[in-house]
């Protein structure tokens, strides 16, 4: 089944303390991307990348880091994390073409920071 | 620069009357456009697209959309609503110039009475 899934589903942490939140997409697309979902605001994008070792920042990068380097594989990692980080987080996957492909998004990740 | 402007953040229906979700959009570009519907504790699934070919487009579920240019909007029409179409909408738009960001509205909750 094609799908993305992310890991963990849920976490609750405290400030400060690292912590990775995995992606991963059997649908061999170039470009994935990681959103934020807060109340009232929409999506809003964190970082992307086009293809392996290609990354960049999207529009609310500050406080977070990625890497690509598998294809199939795209983890967010927080290495401060602060309350205002306490969001869903949601990857997404595509093929690169140019804005015609729609993306599909995994289940998402629901974060709390304490 | 793109945006979306979703005009209603919350919709109340009957079961069985007509739905109308509106999105007005701007792009420099010509755009691609999509409606995403997320229901509750769930991920996005994709209800249609909008890439330049048909300016009517149909989705999943009875539900479909027009492009108007000369309006700039893409709103989201279904002639029955059902309980189950009870979500968050999500109007968004995608330029073509190659990085395939998605910019999202602020959402639309969609609530169905019986």
């Known amino acids: 089944e094609a799908q993305v899934t992310q890991n963990p589903r849920y976490l609750i942490t405290v400030t400060g303390k690292k912590l990775t939140v995995t992606c991963s997409q059997n649908m061999n697309h170039e470009y994935m991307s990681w959103y934020r979902q807060d109340p009232g605001l929409g999506l809003r994008q964190i970082y992307y990348?086009?293809?392996?070792?290609?990354?960049d920042k999207g529009d609310v990068p500050e406080g977070y880091k990625v890497s690509r380097k598998e294809k199939r594989n795209f983890p967010l990692i927080l290495e401060s994390p602060s309350p205002n980080q306490t969001s869903l987080y949601f990857c997404a996957s595509s093929f690169k073409g140019q804005g015609l492909y729609e993306q599909y998004f995994g289940p998402g990740t629901r974060l709390t920071v304490t | 620069a793109q945006s979306v402007t979703q005009l209603d953040s919350h919709v109340s229906v009957s079961e069985g009357t007509p739905v109308l979700l509106r999105c007005n959009y701007s792009?420099?570009?010509?755009?691609?456009l999509f409606w995403y519907v997320q229901h509750p504790n769930k991920g996005l699934q994709l209800l249609l697209k909008?890439?330049?070919?048909?300016?009517l487009v149909k989705g999943i579920n009875g539900f479909e959309a027009e492009f108007k240019k000369s309006e700039t909007s893409f709103h989201l029409t279904k002639p029955s609503a059902h309980m189950s179409d009870a979500a968050e909408y999500f109007c968004v738009v995608s330029d073509r110039t190659g990085f395939q960001k998605l910019v999202f509205g602020t959402g639309t909750r969609l609530l169905v009475s019986p």
């Open positions: 792009s420099s570009y010509s755009p691609s």
């Open positions: 990348s086009m293809n392996v070792e290609v990354t």
């Open positions: 909008y890439t330049s070919a048909a300016t």
